[in-house]
T-cell receptor
């Protein structure tokens, strides 16, 4: 199966700082990647769709100025949580869409963000 | 708006039992449905993907069925093992490749 690498796996930061999370497709090119957030005991909620070479599409209720997404290459998308607050603490997971006869999303291992 | 519901929220069974996890969705206009496994604090592992034109998919001890008209899918796990303990997520894919997830079923298989 395809491999998607997400880094870092865990980050602890102070309130007010910014944190960048990387999502890489290691063995295929992905024009589309997705970012999800998962709170404890809850399901994954789609935050935004990241499109290579264009602006990300954000879901309703997700602040685009707070969650900056950059998809500058066909194998890398980044999510930057700006001016992080404790309520941003969550598990963030990315996925990369592999096109083919059937388009399939492959998921990263997730990033646990804790904002103190 | 598509909504995905999974029942039960949690399930505990003794090793060796066969079990069924349920998933329902409100909008039958889906492209496909996937079942994932998530271990605590980890990412997702895709188990089975059923295209909208298909009725079921099988992989080893796992069998997933899809009844698009009624908005339902089931994941059947045969001869459960302690290693099957995890959270199982159902997700439907709508237009544009977006996945809508259910809340998951937390499965515990006791030795």
């Amino acid at each position: 199966g395809a491999v998607v690498s997400q880094h870092p796996s865990r980050v602890i930061c102070k309130s007010g700082t910014s944190v960048k999370i990387e999502c890489r497709s290691l063995d295929f090119q992905a024009t589309t990647m997705f970012w999800y957030r998962q709170f404890p005991k809850q399901s994954l909620m789609l935050m935004a769709t990241s499109n290579e070479g264009s602006k990300a599409t954000y879901e309703q209720g997700v602040e685009k100025d707070k969650f900056l997404i950059n998809h500058a290459s066909l194998t890398l998308s980044t999510l930057t949580v700006t001016s992080a607050h404790p309520e941003d603490s969550s598990f963030y997971i990315c996925s990369a869409l592999r096109q083919g006869a059937t388009a399939i999303q492959y998921f990263g291992a997730g990033t646990r963000l804790s904002v103190l | 708006k598509q909504e995905v519901t999974q029942i039960p929220a949690a399930l505990s069974v003794p090793e060796g039992e066969n079990l069924v996890l349920n998933c329902s969705f409100t909008d039958s206009a889906i492209y496909n449905l996937q079942w994932f496994r998530q271990d605590p604090g980890k990412g997702l592992t895709s188990l089975l993907l059923i295209q909208s034109s298909q009725r079921e998919q099988t992989s080893g001890r796992l069998n997933a069925s899809l009844d698009k008209s009624s908005g339902r899918s089931t994941l059947y796990i045969a001869a459960s093992q302690p290693g099957d303990s995890a959270t199982y997520l159902c997700a439907v894919e709508n237009q544009g490749g977006k996945l809508i997830f259910g809340q998951g079923t937390e499965l515990s298989v006791k030795p």
